[in-house]
Each structure stands twice: as C-alpha cells, then as structure tokens.
C-alpha cells in the first residue's frame, strides 16, 4: 500500500466543502512519527472552522479536517526515543505545545492539517502514549472536548469532592466533564432540551438533571434541587448569551470556565460576571493530556461514542453533528 485516503476542506465552505482524495503515504524525518490512524471523532470547533465563523483558524488554500484521534505509531525517524513502532498515540491538540500556558498555534484540523486521513507524519515530541484501558475510539474523543474538559475541572479551581459543577447540554465536553467529576468525587448537575438525553446523562451519574425547555428558570429549579446551595464551576459551552444565568448558581468563590459559543459568542472577552471570574480554557498541553488519560485508565472511565460513520461519509457525519441529535461524541473509523 503506497497511498492512503484523505479528506480535505476549505475554510468557509462548509460541510459541502469536504473532498476526499488519494495521496501517497508521507515518510517520517528526523524527529517525526508516522502514525496509522484508525479511529477520530468530531467536535463542534470542526463546523466553526468549515464555515469560517472565525476568520483564520484554517490553514489556506486547503486543510485536512479534525484534530482528535488515536492511531498506532509505524515508523519513527532518526532522533526519535519519545515513541516507537507499536504504541498507540493521540496527537495532541496543539502541535508543540508539551508545557505551560502558552499555546502552540499549530492547532490540528486548523492551522495545522487535522486527522481526518489514514496515515499522517507528527513531531513524535507531539504524541501521547494511550493507555490499554481505553479503545481507540474512546481515546479519540478526549484531545479536544475531552481535555477542555478536563482543564474546566482541574486548572482554574480545582474541583474537591464533594463540591458541585454545572454542565450544560450533553456534548462532549459536558459528559466529559460529567464523567470526571463524578470519579473525582464531586457531583453533576446538567441542562439539555431533552428528557431521552438526560435520562442517559443521570444514567452516567448526573445527581441533578432539568429540561431547560420544559423548565425555562432551570436555575432556579437546579438551586431547588440543591437545597438552595449552588454549584463551584460553571462549565460553560453555551457562551456570553447564558452566562449570566449560569453564573447565577455560582456559591462564592465559584468560578466559570468558559469554553464554548453554542448558542452565542464566547465568554472569554469578560473578566468576571456576578464578581465570579471567567476562566479562558482553550484545550491543553501535553502534560495535561497524559495526566487525563492517566486518570481515566485509573478511574476506569469510558468515552462516549453515540455514532460511528466512515471516513467517506465524513460530510454526513457533520451534517449528524450539526443537528445536534446526538449524545457525548460522534466517531469517524480511519481503517
């Protein structure tokens, strides 16, 4: 086999703008990996990107898609002691980005080419070892959502046992975040529109769930469920156009990670809401990579995938994602 399949788009085209195509197979330099990947999943920063709803995420005049996948590391250049043939890796987000808080720009799925192919050439300094606990696909949902996620947690004010976090929706970072805390010991309580999702979300351990479209002061209705208590971390997926009714379930000294703009812009332009600060999580570094999966092998933690499609229907897979019926994460197979 000399060629492998790949997808590839152009930023502001949309979905309708994905092509796949048949490229050789690239050979690894000094320093670098070539990784077999097998298995990939979506995240929403993938239609952000494919629509070019913020100006130069993507790498011009075309960009392979997706940054989150596992795959198994088949050759390895000169240099390279980090990986060897055989251990099954995650890129991670940020090519580079190994430490501290500086963000590498070389975002894959963006400015960098993604995951959405069968074999791709990384920096090997740039790869995690994935633990045997996980399976492919439930790997491949933890780069981006899942280690969001995990900073909202962990960074800005770590979570202790027995405090509680708000989750809205049921996405990936959501029942990711659902998912570490209750292994951390603290308690969930989450949003949806839907009684089916939240059903599977008390099913993961959620102790408080609300339909915020058959309850429309949700708030009030979670600070009920609490006793009149609040919640310590706002995981905030929604953005600026709910965060003040988020942050209104905040207990003094809570704190809102701000993350997404599902239903708005990002919360990251403000410096508190309430007197309650807004912490920036933009993904991870290396470090923070291996620590969550060091965690969820631990804790025994198991990613979920709601669909699967091939990488040829890659554009119906977004279409899936775009709709939104869908719970944790939607997977591509690379084989």
């Known amino acids: 086999m000399t060629n492998m399949l790949t997808a590839v788009a152009r930023g502001g085209e949309g979905i309708e703008g994905i092509a796949l195509r048949s490229v050789p197979i690239p050979v690894a330099g000094p320093g670098e990996a070539l990784v077999r990947l097998k298995a990939a999943t979506l995240n929403f920063r993938d239609l952000i990107i494919a629509r070019g709803m913020m100006a130069g995420l993507a790498k011009e005049p075309d960009y392979v898609p997706l940054s989150c996948a596992t795959g198994e590391a088949v050759a390895v250049g000169e240099g390279v002691s980090h990986v060897k043939p055989g251990d099954r890796v995650n890129p991670i987000f940020a090519l580079g980005w190994l430490e501290g808080r500086q963000p590498s720009m070389a975002m894959l799925g963006g400015s960098a080419d993604g995951v959405a192919r069968q074999y791709a050439i990384f920096p090997a300094?740039?790869?995690?070892?994935?633990?045997?606990?996980?399976?492919?696909?439930?790997?491949?949902?933890?780069t981006c959502a899942g280690l969001t996620a995990w900073n909202a947690l962990f960074l800005p004010r770590p979570i202790q046992r027995g405090e509680w976090i708000l989750c809205q929706g049921t996405g990936g970072v959501s029942i990711a975040a659902l998912q570490f805390a209750k292994a951390a010991g603290a308690h969930v309580a989450i949003t949806s529109s839907s009684d089916a999702k939240l059903a599977r979300a008390r099913?993961?351990?959620a102790d408080i769930s609300v339909n915020?479209?058959?309850?429309?002061?949700?708030?009030?209705?979670?600070?009920?469920?609490?006793?009149?208590?609040?919640?310590?971390?706002?995981?905030?997926v929604v953005g600026a156009s709910q965060v003040e009714t988020a942050a209104s379930l905040l207990n003094p000294g809570g704190v809102i990670a701000a993350i997404g703009m599902l239903g708005s812009e990002f919360s990251w332009h403000l410096a508190d809401v309430g007197g309650h600060p807004v912490a920036r999580i933009s993904v991870g570094n290396r470090a923070e990579h291996e620590a969550m999966l060091a965690f969820c092998a631990q804790h025994r933690i198991r990613p979920v995938v709601d669909a699967v499609y091939d990488l040829t229907r890659l554009a119906d897979a977004c279409r899936h994602l775009e709709s939104g019926q869908f719970f944790g994460k939607i997977g591509i197979t690379l084989l």
């Open 212 to 236: 915020y479209r058959t309850d429309p002061d949700w708030p009030a209705a979670i600070r009920q469920a609490l006793g009149g208590r609040g919640v310590d971390i706002v995981v905030d």
């Open 203 to 205: 099913a993961l351990g």
């Open 125 to 142: 300094e740039s790869l995690c070892i994935v633990p045997d606990a996980l399976g492919d696909l439930e790997a491949a949902t933890l």
